[in-house]
């Protein structure tokens, strides 16, 4: 009886039942959905966190960046004061590698690369020599005691210099054999260094003639104590060396963090292995069929460690080897060109290390993914000179941030979700129980008892519930997917950040495919947790109806009559009166509008000042962009066309475009002295047959012209922070911005490095005569010689680099109106710009055609318009970093430090313009709801006012006058105390405060207007 009585109740209520089955079904759903979502991305996040490796890449930017393989003296001189703990101090670094490298040695392994320390390393036996002029013999090897070039009983071409080697003569010679132009290998006279074999006291001769003169028998014999026997078995070590890498996270090293190495068989190192000091390594493929070894096998390997710094001087063969052990091979990488020679072995194995860095890099810090912006802003400003910060997140940021911020929202959504669940469930059982307390109570006199009364209540409640949470839970497992579908969409096409061409996006991007499968058990804990949720508050409901006892009622009555008022005067005089005596009443409204004023202007002010400094950033920022190789490493030695330079310097987006380019040259002296004095300096002759081939081979190893106009954008000093320079009177830098045809009396003007002054003795002021590679007719000569420029030295530089540099206008080769136009310096702006007409004529593009430009740095005109510059250089068809475009020119912007800290703004900016108009909203609907209340809770004297014959008029505007008084005083308390703490009001804040007084004013009329429109006595009898 009591189970159909309490479904017949149901049906009674048609229209209450279906409303809370949908508001019930829905935010079930919703929070169902919520859930899920919650869960999923958080799993999604924390699989990016097991997949992803963001790490810190730490170099040194040296003369040979980025040579993986040399000795840089200057780097170990950089890094003695280096605070190490800078990087381990930082919270979120979870490892620390630094770079620990050794020269090893395997048995049977041999090289091919282009890597080899000394390929053209070479002692052999030659003989028959002939002469063929200016100091070159033809000759023949006739024994082979080391070379990777030369071949037994082969022609060679021997630049002897000033050695004469005569015919039927045999000699044992060291040097180097190189390739020129012809099929011929060439040979040249060396001396052999290795500060090992020096500290001994060792000499070792470069001719030795070991001509026997012995009628019969052999013609030559090397002596067998020949100290060549020994230079001999030191280079086919060293040649055939390996570089042994010692770490303790293999994946956090470049090569396999950006997936250049990859384990191809076998494995990693282990956890135990790295704490074990297990003598494990991981080699190449081409050294494991050379080896002939496989995984699981052992190899024998060598260190050679010494206290000189240079692969040449890291071992001698008297000396031998400081370290060697057995090795088990547990893994097999790809084959790299540059990388077939290393060897791989966790730190704990124990091997020695040389105490001078081999390669670039410092090493490299494993950070958490989230924290890499954070990373690199606390340690970017530690990198001074020459050391250079990356940040390498495989991707990490990319796909991460869009969801971390997704997963915010739905947190806030869920989270309301849930609070709005518990509020409706709440009022269920308020509106479903608690408000039919009375057939409770007439339940009770008839003695169906406590029990039965809840069974009465809960069934038709349960039934509800249940049927809602069970609908909402089912279709939630349902749509999740779809959902999940749509949210990664969204994600997709979102980014916080554009890291297009940015420095900050030079990582290789790995994939992660989100698990769209959720565990249907999620879906029913959810909807039973919900369901028992709305059983409690329903049972809840059920007790408190048992605590009115029937008969016990407090009766309640009309209170002492006070002390009578009399009001002579309109409803203004009224309103006052009323405040006057509302007491704590009327201090509530005043104190609520000050508080929401306040609130106001902070909100106000938070907002406009983030606006400012987005605005302050963009304004003050200048961002720098320039061209490198597919890697991003190199800045120099690049091949970018003329043509394009052109036009992307008239885009309209870029200034202060630099360039340079380079031509090689032969030293030849001072032509005129800087006091006038005339010299006369014999010219570089071209000589006949093969010398000529030797003499441009030999210019072609040696050092270079560099045009520019502007040396400090150049890939010298494209690191540094500050270069010393000293210049003659008159002159600065800024000479070679000069444009073609601008210099005095036509004088080709140069910077040398001090290096070459003090070594050939040039003073500022002086001419130096430099030959190139190209050949003219010389009447004066009567001969064809080498090409000669005059150049005037009117500046000097600290170089940083191993090259002796001469730097001088870029307009010397160049004719710069090509793509500056007709200016003063080669700096700013271009004048035109394909917007305002520029175009490039047929004869100025078949110009341009010709050259390609070394290296290309420009500044942004307007930062503000990064991204538009960023949309033209994509469709442009530029290259970034590993992402190949039409243009295989690869441009890359020095963004990465603006993104980050744009980006954290923005993000306060996105939270605020979704939190802020939220708060609006709702402290407009609060405003709304307490003016309502604060008027609908004196009905009673709404009722006496006009039950004494007060007309609706008057009633209402002396109610509504008193909250207008009372909220416009409120807001101008909060105006005072903001003025006086923050000394503005902003309009923003203007616009606010006007809301509020406007939602105040709406739900004070609507309520006055709501009592006005009912009779006095239905007024009375209103229940709270």
């Keep these: 009886m009591i189970f159909r009585n309490s479904m017949l109740s149901i049906l009674r209520t048609k229209g209450k039942t279906a409303l809370f089955l949908l508001l019930i079904f829905a935010l079930t759903l919703s929070l169902c959905l919520g859930i899920s979502l919650w869960v999923s991305i958080e799993g999604f996040l924390e699989n990016l966190d097991n997949h992803y490796m963001t790490i810190g890449l730490i170099e040194y930017v040296g003369p040979d960046y980025p040579n993986d393989t040399v000795y840089d003296l200057s780097m170990t001189d950089a890094l003695k004061n280096f605070d190490f703990s800078l990087i381990t101090g930082f919270d979120d670094t979870i490892l620390w590698d630094g770079s620990s490298r050794a020269i090893g040695y395997i048995d049977g392994f041999y090289r091919t690369d282009s890597h080899i320390p000394n390929n053209g390393s070479s002692i052999l036996v030659v003989g028959s020599t002939i002469p063929s002029g200016d100091g070159f013999y033809n000759a023949i090897v006739y024994d082979v005691i080391y070379s990777n070039l030369a071949r037994k009983n082969t022609k060679i071409i021997i630049n002897a210099g000033d050695i004469e080697l005569q015919y039927g003569r045999y000699y044992l010679v060291y040097g180097n054999v190189y390739r020129a132009l012809s099929s011929y290998l060439y040979f040249s006279f060396d001396e052999y260094s290795n500060l090992m074999a020096k500290e001994k006291g060792i000499e070792v001769p470069y001719i030795l003639d070991i001509t026997t003169d012995a009628k019969t028998g052999p013609r030559y014999r090397v002596p067998d104590d020949s100290v060549l026997y020994k230079v001999a078995d030191t280079w086919k070590v060293i040649n055939n060396s390996v570089i042994v890498c010692a770490t303790d996270n293999l994946m956090s090293l470049f090569p396999f963090h950006q997936q250049e190495l990859y384990i191809r068989e076998g494995r990693e190192f282990t956890d135990e292995e790295y704490k074990n000091g297990s003598r494990v390594c991981i080699i190449s493929e081409t050294a494991a069929k050379r080896i002939g070894v496989g995984v699981g096998d052992k190899i024998n390997l060598s260190i050679a460690v010494s206290d000189y710094p240079g692969i040449e001087n890291s071992f001698w063969t008297e000396n031998g080897f400081q370290y060697s052990g057995e090795f088990t091979v547990v893994g097999i990488t790809n084959n790299t060109q540059d990388k077939d020679f290393y060897v791989f072995v966790p730190k704990s194995s124990g091997i020695p290390v040389s105490?001078?860095?081999?390669?670039?890099?410092?090493?490299?810090?494993?950070?958490?993914?989230?924290?890499?912006?954070?990373?690199?802003?606390?340690?970017?400003?530690?990198?001074?000179?020459?050391?250079?910060?990356?940040?390498?997140d495989q991707g990490y940021s990319a796909v991460a941030e869009p969801f971390g911020i997704i997963l915010r929202i739905i947190k806030i959504v869920t989270v309301v979700c849930a609070v709005m669940e518990i509020a409706m469930l709440a009022l269920f059982g308020f509106l479903f129980v608690y408000r039919q307390r009375e057939t409770s109570e007439i339940m009770l006199l008839l003695g169906t008892g406590k029990k039965r009364v809840c069974a009465y209540f809960l069934y038709s409640s349960g039934l509800i519930s249940l049927i809602a949470t069970l609908a909402g839970a089912v279709t939630g497992y349902y749509l999740h997917e779809r959902v999940i579908r749509f949210i990664t969409g969204i994600a997709g096409g979102y980014t916080t950040v554009d890291r297009r061409f940015s420095d900050g996006n030079l990582s290789v991007v790995k994939s992660l495919n989100f698990d769209l499968e959720m565990d249907p058990w999620l879906f029913v804990v959810a909807g039973f947790v919900i369901f028992v949720l709305a059983m409690l508050f329903c049972l809840a409901f059920t007790i408190l109806t048992f605590r009115n006892k029937p008969g016990q009622r407090k009766m309640s009555g009309p209170k002492r009559a006070g002390k009578t008022s009399r009001l002579r005067g309109g409803s203004i005089k009224y309103a006052m009166l009323s405040i006057?005596?509302?007491?704590?009443?009327?201090?509530?409204?005043?104190?609520?509008?000050?508080?929401?004023?306040?609130?106001?202007?902070?909100?106000a002010n938070t907002s406009n000042s983030y606006h400012k400094q987005l605005s302050e950033i963009y304004k003050n920022t200048t961002i720098t962009g320039y061209f490198t190789d597919i890697n991003g490493k190199q800045v120099g030695n690049l091949q970018v066309e003329a043509a394009n330079i052109n036009s992307l310097y008239h885009s309209g987006y870029i200034t202060d475009l630099s360039v340079s380019w380079d031509m090689k040259y032969y030293y030849l002296g001072i032509s005129r002295f800087a006091d006038g004095t005339e010299r006369e300096i014999e010219p570089l002759y071209v000589p006949q047959g093969f010398a000529a081939e030797t003499i441009r081979n030999h210019m072609q190893r040696g050092p270079s012209i560099v045009g520019t106009n502007d040396i400090r954008t150049v890939p010298e000093f494209f690191y540094s922070d500050n270069i010393i320079m000293e210049f003659i009177d008159g002159f600065d830098e800024s000479f070679l911005a000069k444009p073609t045809g601008d210099m005095p009396d036509n004088e080709v003007c140069c910077m040398i490095p001090t290096s070459l002054m003090k070594e050939k003795g040039i003073n500022l002021g002086d001419t130096i005569r430099v030959a190139t590679d190209e050949t003219v007719y010389s009447e004066k000569y009567g001969a064809e010689i080498f090409y000669e420029i005059d150049l005037k030295v009117v500046g000097c530089f600290e170089k940083q680099g191993s090259e002796d540099l001469i730097y001088v206008p870029l307009s010397m080769v160049f004719d710069t109106e090509r793509i500056w136009g007709k200016r003063d310096m080669l700096t700013g702006a271009p004048e035109e710009t394909f917007d305002t007409g520029y175009t490039a004529g047929p004869e100025q593009n078949g110009y341009l055609s010709r050259f390609t430009f070394k290296s290309a740095v420009f500044k942004l005109a307007d930062t503000g318009k990064l991204s538009e510059f960023k949309d033209y250089l994509e469709k442009a068809g530029y290259s970034q970093v590993n992402k190949i475009g039409n243009i295989r020119e690869f441009v890359v912007l020095r963004d990465q430090k603006f993104n980050n800290v744009v980006n954290n703004i923005n993000q306060q900016i996105r939270y605020l313009n979704v939190l802020y108009p939220c708060l609006y909203v709702l402290v407009g609907i609060i405003a709304v709801i307490i003016s309502y209340l604060m008027t609908a809770s004196r009905r009673m004297e709404f009722a006496v006012m006009r039950g004494l014959g007060t007309t609706k008029r008057q009633t209402f505007f002396s109610f509504f006058a008193e909250q207008v008084i009372l909220s416009a005083a409120g807001c101008v308390l909060g105006l005072i105390v903001w003025r006086l703490l923050a000394g503005t009001v902003i309009p923003m804040h203007r616009v606010l405060i006007t809301g509020f007084l406007v939602c105040y004013f709406t739900g004070s009329a609507v309520s006055v207007s709501i009592m006005n429109g009912r009779a006095v006595s239905e007024i009375l009898s209103d229940r709270d």
């Design 355 to 392: 105490r001078y860095y081999i390669g670039y890099a410092v090493g490299q810090a494993v950070i958490k993914n989230q924290s890499a912006a954070e990373f690199y802003e606390y340690l970017e400003p530690y990198m001074t000179g020459k050391l250079n910060l990356t940040i390498y």
């Design 580 to 603: 006057l005596r509302g007491g704590a009443r009327s201090a509530i409204v005043p104190v609520v509008a000050a508080v929401v004023v306040f609130f106001f202007g902070q909100t």
